[in-house]
């Protein structure tokens, strides 16, 4: 049990990294939702990172680094066994394939509530057998799941053999106070020359990996920009992100000629504020949970393309408050892209239907509430009959 023993109970939160974007903004925003005196918490990174460090420590949160190199580190999981040791948290939660084995670890340490959450699987997760076999052997361990959509609810019952009673469905929340509807004329972001007056901005904000598959974004922009349309001639587009597909994606501008209508600053601590820049989001991923960047951009009024994977489906109703599109189709989303520039109206009454659907449905108090309950119920059931190790 927890060290102090007036204090209430301990949560450790094992994450890959804490950055903008995905998992690390669903965590701080749980945390910063959840009654303090409820639950304590602190996070475990496997690997070092910068965003959101100074923020949550402000609300009294440990933030521990397991330094984990690159590849092969059988080193880091002592090191993690160690910190769940001296943390002695009453629940660890991990998150993804990457916090998987966590489970393993934090069982042989002595934590008894244990509950994973998937956010999002990568390109080949599920595919690849030592995936699923790893899921299949560690799955005894896990106490409770959570997934972020009800496509990788059905796909942790079906494929991974979860039983339905152990698997909750809790969709990630946004602030729809922070990221809300331009008030006037967009910010003039960007370098000089990339904003002007009739400029239609597409954007998109995420991870630059095979799995978000901006490059198909870019080549939909580039057909877009070559046709004799005058309505494409205004447009210009901003991804915000980084990672190893971001250096292909500006080289593919560059020999388009076209370097100087597009923006990728990489990583940005000012989202809300570029969203509200952007009058059209996509989201051009192969693969893809419950995006935070997708529920932002929708409380932030705008339109959405997106590719039909994961919850993209439930979050975007064609027609209604978006469009979506099959996965590495430059052509078909570029047409998506071309009805909302030419048909600016639409986008309007899109965008602003988007944003009442997400202050219905995705508010963080009511994310926080689903979370709190689901470590109750494990409380409740360990003070019963105490979990097996």
Not at 177 to 199: I, K, N
Not at 231 to 240: E, G
Not at 354 to 368: D, G, N, T, W
């Amino acid at each position: 049990m927890s060290q102090h023993a007036d204090a209430p109970p301990l949560v450790v939160h094992l994450v890959s990294q804490l950055d903008a974007g995905g998992a690390g903004t669903g965590l701080v925003n749980l945390i910063a939702h959840m009654p303090p005196e409820r639950y304590r918490h602190a996070i475990v990174c496997l690997s070092e990172s910068a965003s959101y460090q100074a923020d949550i420590r402000e609300r009294g949160v440990a933030i521990i680094n397991l330094h984990k190199r690159d590849g092969a580190d059988f080193g880091h999981y002592l090191r993690m066994f160690r910190t769940l040791r001296a943390l002695q948290p009453d629940l660890v939660h991990t998150r993804n394939l990457s916090g998987l084995k966590g489970q393993l670890v934090a069982a042989l340490a002595g934590v008894k509530l244990r509950v994973h959450a998937e956010h999002g699987r990568e390109r080949d997760d599920g595919a690849t057998p030592g995936h699923r076999l790893l899921r299949r052997l560690l799955r005894p361990l896990i106490g409770h799941f959570i997934a972020v959509s009800s496509d990788l609810q059905r796909w942790l019952v079906d494929q991974v053999g979860a039983e339905p009673a152990r698997v909750s469905h809790i969709s990630n929340g946004v602030d729809s106070v922070q990221f809300h509807p331009r008030l006037g004329p967009p910010a003039a972001v960007g370098p000089a020359g990339f904003m002007h007056d009739s400029a239609y901005v597409i954007g998109s904000v995420g991870h630059m990996d095979e799995a978000m598959n901006h490059a198909t974004l870019v080549e939909a922009f580039l057909r877009l920009i070559a046709s004799p349309h005058p309505a494409h001639q205004r447009l210009r587009l901003m991804i915000i992100g980084d990672g190893p597909c971001r250096a292909e994606c500006q080289a593919m501008l560059n020999r388009a000629g076209a370097g100087h209508k597009a923006w990728l600053p990489g990583d940005r601590a000012d989202i809300a504020q570029l969203l509200r820049a952007m009058d059209l989001f996509v989201l051009p991923s192969v693969a893809e949970g419950g995006s935070n960047a997708l529920l932002e951009a929708m409380a932030t009024g705008l339109p959405v393309v997106a590719t039909t994977v994961g919850a993209s489906n439930e979050l975007v109703h064609p027609g209604f408050t978006g469009i979506l599109v099959p996965p590495t189709s430059p052509d078909l989303m570029a047409a998506a892209i071309a009805d909302y520039c030419r048909i600016p109206e639409m986008g309007a009454r899109h965008g602003a239907r988007a944003r009442s659907q997400v202050i219905a449905h995705h508010s963080l108090p009511a994310m926080a509430r689903s979370y709190l309950a689901v470590y109750d119920a494990l409380a409740r059931q360990a003070s019963a009959a105490p979990q097996r190790a």
